[in-house]
């Protein structure tokens, strides 16, 4: 099957990363998060989607934020191995992890609707470039954002301080060029997945007075 893939993949239209993913690696958690890409108006919105990707990029987003939700320790540097083997582990132990993983669902979307509230419509999940928020959803500002306000206290108090949580990203993409090129340059290396986990903690530790603790640590 995998060299079948290869080949049709050789054609004038390759396959994308996730679409290449879920033939490859079918089970009940693959098509469960295919139905929360369906089913979440946060990321449809987040995405100015009116009907689902046709390269299935949504659906990657919930796998990201579900690998990184539980196994962001184990981040190698590979980002396809890291998504493979999350796909592989929920799909062959779905039985014993499936009530976590629709309890965790239900946070993907306040986490969403948190960033939402906080930097608004126009500027959710992205960059910014010094003078403004650059137009395409950043997957790295997606990773952290998303990962930490799915917890409750973390978003409930982010929201609260949401001027200052927004203006403290923008001073971080203005003055930490390490922070800066780990959301734009580098992304996958273990080193930028490191400092952008740790320095967004910091942040909001600092800010929400929170005792806020990253996976990854730097």
């Not at 679409?19 to 089970?27: D, S, V």
Request: charged share 25%.
């Amino acid at each position: 099957l995998y060299s079948v893939f290869l080949r049709i993949n050789t054609g004038s239209v390759q396959l994308s990363p996730q679409e290449l993913r879920q033939a490859l690696h079918p089970g009940e958690f693959s098509d469960f998060i295919d139905d929360v890409s369906i089913q979440s108006n946060s990321l449809k919105s987040a995405l100015n989607l009116k009907q689902p990707d046709f390269r299935m990029r949504d659906v990657e987003l919930v796998l990201r934020w579900f690998a990184y939700q539980n196994f962001a320790e184990k981040y190698n540097g590979q980002l396809k191995d890291f998504l493979d083997n999350a796909t592989q582990d929920f799909n062959k132990n779905w039985n014993k992890v499936s009530a976590l993983i629709i309890d965790q669902a239900e946070q993907f979307d306040l986490s969403l609707d948190a960033t939402r509230m906080i930097f608004g419509v126009r500027d959710e999940l992205r960059k910014w470039n010094g003078k403004a928020y650059e137009k395409p959803i950043n997957r790295a500002v997606f990773d952290i954002m998303a990962y930490y306000f799915a917890k409750k206290e973390i978003r409930e108090a982010a929201i609260i301080h949401a001027a200052d949580v927004k203006k403290a990203f923008e001073q971080e993409c203005d003055n930490n060029r390490s922070f800066l090129s780990a959301i734009e340059a580098t992304t996958k290396s273990i080193e930028a997945n490191k400092v952008r986990f740790s320095v967004w903690s910091r942040i909001l530790s600092r800010i929400t007075g929170l005792d806020i603790i990253s996976p990854l640590r730097a």
